[in-house]
């Protein structure tokens, strides 16, 4: 099948190409990426006219609920939604049920991912057995069915020994850690960030202390056993600091950031808006003021959804006892791009924390556009006034805080492994 | 923030929180509450402004207390009262909350009155009832508990009058307490001269200071020259979770004693929401002592309450739901 | 037809009136009770012309804030002084008094209060004015004055240093409900 993208504005922070470009692809690669291609017929062409063309984007974390949670959502109904939102590589974390402790695991979803045939999903391995923080999972194991990564989960490891040796081991077999730091006993029961406002809703409040304690315990093992680790999810701006720190040592230590807690505080609780209930939690506005400078300064190279599709039950009910989580897949483009319209972060950035950076931290030979690779690509429209409305995502999850929000920017094309799988007003398929 | 209390001609249809609410309106509950209770005092103790209206007690915790007087009131105003205990033990705490609201929809009541073991959950239902209805919070969580701070408001007027002038300390468990969260703001919009806190750290919300108060850890500097001293109940599992040592500690730091209170201006009146824990935050001698208004502030309870639940319901009119 | 409007006039209705009131009433030892606020007022003049002994008790006093038909509709009335009836009505002979009788609810509900608090013998109504727009089967037994008014028109009692009595033109307004 032959696809020609014309007469877009073709951005690939790998190699630092920005300009205006044809992409021509066969049998779902990219053969050239020039003005003309002699001897090509194009099965299909895009007018990408007035249009930016980048690699399709790499989402750093994204729950699926499949296996476990199929009743809230699935590979099927979320790989859809994700090249809805111009990604064509997303990772999942390990907390599914069963979780992916085993080879099995990891063969079932890369099955039913590869079975919708629109997205690439990679899975994250589980550090310990049951995410229990006690015994080790084969990791060698989980690697070689596919996993790219180990992590424990939102259950930090508790006794430092056994971190210590976990890590150990993942470095062993080369494998990257990915940590969503977290002291479980000052996050206790916490729904919100601990200052003005959760004293002033009545909630129990979750201290800055909750992460940086355990990313400041975390860097030093990081430090003694050298493995190669990833920070998830960074809320708070002192986190940065511990970071920065530890990768001018020239510790192997990335972080990324989620789209919402770049632009959104404490303040978008308001009246208990449950939509804004997230872990962790929206910080203060100068966390999010430091988090978009960490971007900007490189400290944090990527930036992620943390999707987390939920039914509407999950948020309806006083805050505490809601679910924590935003349907993030259709929104990471958009909010991104609204920090370039806002003049946050410069648009080579913007796209090089979405494709070229999280592709460097997984390893994984995507988020770029060159002769030869697999054409996975996003075409966005920069300049086109729409209104956010969840109710309408093509997820299963609608539990977005971003109602009403007005963005300049919409996914119109996606395309992978050389085949149309997005076109914006035509869904490719029915979720049943 | 509670925007969504007032009707558009800015009457009162939920009462959630003292948030978002101007002074005028605090005072005429007050005033309203003041002609609701002579009616306690006639032979009559009834009158018939409610009659035909349905009133919910929706209790998600135990409490014979309030729930009583929230009963008293609703049948002094002849409305039709009924009383739901409802579990929260369940593990499905909120599934439980919205599926009782649906079947009590079906009930067509003009009023809840909630209380909850979650903050914001009075807020919850009232974005969930139909237009007409009133919520009225009866406690939630640690959020709220604004009929008790405007009877607490009520009681501190009808002994000092002038607000402007007056030193209040709350004493104890701010951090988990929705009354003492009412009361600051009662105090502070209606122009309180100076509000005090007395607690250990452990027991104060993050950023205290942002609720308008002065903070003291030292309880006699905390009570020099107060004009009205009020004391929170100490929850025992408070001794769990590391908050504090033991109740005898409390006793000793921040117990009202006869001696403690001498540090109080001499006129000063001691209050208490209920229910006492006696020599933990307070000696019986103080307690049943000449300065204590504890009891009149149960009896007041009835009367805000009335004035409360009339002025919610009275602004009925303005939902064109109304059944005639 | 005139209007009386200066408190001469109105000191004509009342001795009129407590004539009346003295022959239906003598030797049944009467109560007396005024509506808020009119009534009250109406009500003392009447009691200082009949004089001390007439009435078995001090003047009480009503005030049907909370008896009103139209709580849904208009909601809480600003002012409530409370109602004081200081004596017990059970099998006694009360004289009500009001200002106005208009539409006939404001007696409606001060006849709800009165049963309220016992079963009197019987209520004999005195009003100073009565006029056309009656929506409930109320009248009064004693009158000052009839008057034909149009929809339009309101009279209202007032009590600056003595009872006058003023007629206006304008939209039905929430006091209008005598």
């Known amino acids: 099948m032959n696809l020609h993208i014309k007469n877009g504005r073709v951005i690939d922070p790998a190699s630092q190409l920005d300009a205006q470009l044809d992409i021509f692809i066969r049998d779902g690669k990219i053969v050239a990426m020039s003005s003309h291609l002699d001897g090509f017929t194009a099965d299909q062409t895009i007018d990408a006219t007035g249009l930016i063309v980048c690699p399709g984007l790499v989402d750093l974390n994204a729950r699926l609920r499949e296996p476990g949670q199929e009743h809230t959502a699935t590979i099927e109904s979320e790989t859809l939604a994700a090249v809805a939102g111009g990604i064509t590589s997303l990772c999942v974390p390990p907390d599914t049920d069963p979780v992916i402790d085993t080879p099995a695991v990891v063969e079932l979803i890369e099955d039913r991912a590869k079975k919708s045939g629109r997205a690439m999903v990679y899975t994250i391995g589980a550090l310990t057995q049951k995410l229990q923080g006690e015994l080790l999972t084969e990791m060698a194991a989980l690697k070689m069915a596919g996993c790219i990564g180990v992590s424990n989960g939102l259950s930090p490891i508790k006794n430092s020994l056994i971190l210590r040796r976990a890590m150990e081991y993942a470095a062993t077999l080369d494998l990257t850690l990915f940590i969503n730091a977290a002291d479980p006993w000052l996050q206790s029961n916490g729904c919100v960030h601990e200052g003005a406002i959760s004293t002033r809703l009545g909630l129990t409040g979750i201290s800055e202390t909750t992460e940086t304690i355990a990313v400041a315990r975390d860097l030093l093992l990081i430090e003694l056993t050298g493995v190669r680790a990833h920070f998830h999810n960074i809320s708070c701006g002192k986190t940065i600091l511990l970071i920065k720190d530890a990768q001018n040592k020239g510790l192997a230590v990335t972080a990324d950031v989620s789209a919402h807690h770049l632009h959104l505080s404490e303040h978008d609780i308001g009246n208990y808006d449950t939509l804004s209930h997230v872990m962790p939690p929206l910080r203060s506005i100068r966390d999010r003021e430091q988090l978009q400078q960490g971007l900007r300064d490189g400290i944090i190279s990527a930036i992620c959804s943390h999707h987390q599709p939920l039914d509407n039950d999950a948020k309806l009910g006083p805050f505490a006892e809601t679910t924590p989580g935003i349907s993030g897949l259709e929104t990471l483009l958009t909010l991104t791009m609204k920090l370039v319209d806002d003049e946050e972060i410069t648009l080579h950035q913007a796209i090089a924390s979405l494709t070229s950076h999280p592709a460097d931290i997984l390893g994984i030979d995507a988020g770029q556009l060159k002769i030869g690779a697999q054409a996975d690509i996003c075409i966005f429209n920069p300049n086109i006034y729409n209104e956010c409305q969840p109710n309408k995502f093509v997820s299963a999850g609608k539990n977005s805080p971003f109602s009403g929000w007005l963005f300049n920017n919409k996914v119109s094309h996606t395309v992978f492994n050389g085949k149309l799988v997005f076109e914006q007003d035509k869904i490719r398929s029915i979720i049943v | 923030m509670s925007h969504n209390q007032l009707t558009e001609s800015g009457r009162l249809h939920h009462f959630l929180s003292i948030e978002g609410l101007k002074r005028p309106l605090l005072t005429e509950m007050m005033d309203r509450a003041e002609q609701f209770s002579s009616i306690s005092h006639q032979q009559v103790k009834k009158v018939p402004l409610l009659r035909g209206k349905t009133i919910v007690n929706l209790f998600f915790e135990n409490s014979t207390r309030t729930r009583t007087t929230f009963e008293l009131a609703a049948k002094r105003l002849s409305a039709d009262v009924i009383s739901l205990n409802i579990n929260t033990s369940s593990a499905s705490k909120g599934e439980s909350l919205r599926d009782t609201l649906h079947n009590l929809e079906a009930m067509h009541s003009d009023m809840f009155v909630v209380r909850h073991n979650q903050s914001g959950a009075a807020e919850f239902i009232a974005q969930h009832v139909a237009p007409h209805v009133s919520v009225i919070n009866a406690g939630d969580g640690c959020h709220a508990h604004p009929t008790q701070a405007m009877l607490d408001m009520f009681t501190i007027r009808r002994h000092k009058q002038h607000f402007p002038d007056l030193r209040v300390a709350i004493i104890g468990d701010i951090l988990h307490s929705r009354v003492a969260r009412s009361q600051i703001q009662a105090l502070a919009t209606l122009g309180v001269g100076e509000i005090r806190v007395i607690a250990p750290k452990t027991l104060l919300p993050t950023d205290c200071k942002t609720l308008g108060v002065h903070v003291y850890h030292d309880m006699e500097a905390g009570l020099k020259d107060v004009d009205v001293v009020i004391t929170l109940r100490l929850q025992l599992e408070r001794m769990q979770g590391a908050l504090l040592p033991s109740a005898r500690e409390y006793f000793q730091c921040y117990g009202l004693t006869e001696r403690k209170l001498s540090l109080a201006k001499p006129d000063a009146i001691v209050m208490h929401p209920g229910p006492i824990n006696r020599g933990v935050e307070i000696a019986s001698a103080v307690a049943d002592g000449p300065q204590s208004v504890i009891l009149e502030q149960v009896t007041h309870g009835i009367a805000v309450r009335m004035a409360i639940m009339s002025m919610t319901l009275g602004s009925q009119a303005e939902f064109h739901e109304v059944t005639p | ?178």
């Open chain 3, 1 to 178: 037809m005139t209007i009386p409007a200066t408190n001469s006039d109105i000191q004509t209705l009342l001795t009129a009136m407590a004539d009346e009131i003295r022959y239906s009433l003598d030797g049944k030892k009467p109560l007396l009770i005024g509506i808020h606020s009119g009534g009250v007022w109406v009500a003392q003049q009447l009691a200082a012309i009949l004089g001390a002994d007439f009435f078995d008790s001090p003047l009480g006093t009503l005030n049907i804030a909370y008896y009103r038909d139209d709580f849904t509709r208009i909601g809480m009335h600003p002012q409530v002084t409370p109602s004081d009836l200081p004596f017990a009505v059970d099998d006694r002979h009360l004289l009500l008094v009001d200002d106005v009788l208009y539409s006939g609810r404001t007696i409606r509900a001060a006849l709800n209060e009165i049963f309220d608090y016992g079963r009197p013998a019987s209520v004999t109504l005195a009003v100073l004015i009565e006029r056309n727009g009656r929506e409930l089967p109320i009248q009064a037994d004693i009158i000052g004055q009839s008057l034909t008014m149009t929809e339009d028109e309101h009279i209202k009692l007032s009590n600056n240093n003595g009872l006058t009595l003023t007629l206006s033109t304008a939209k039905a307004g929430e006091n209008d409900v005598a």
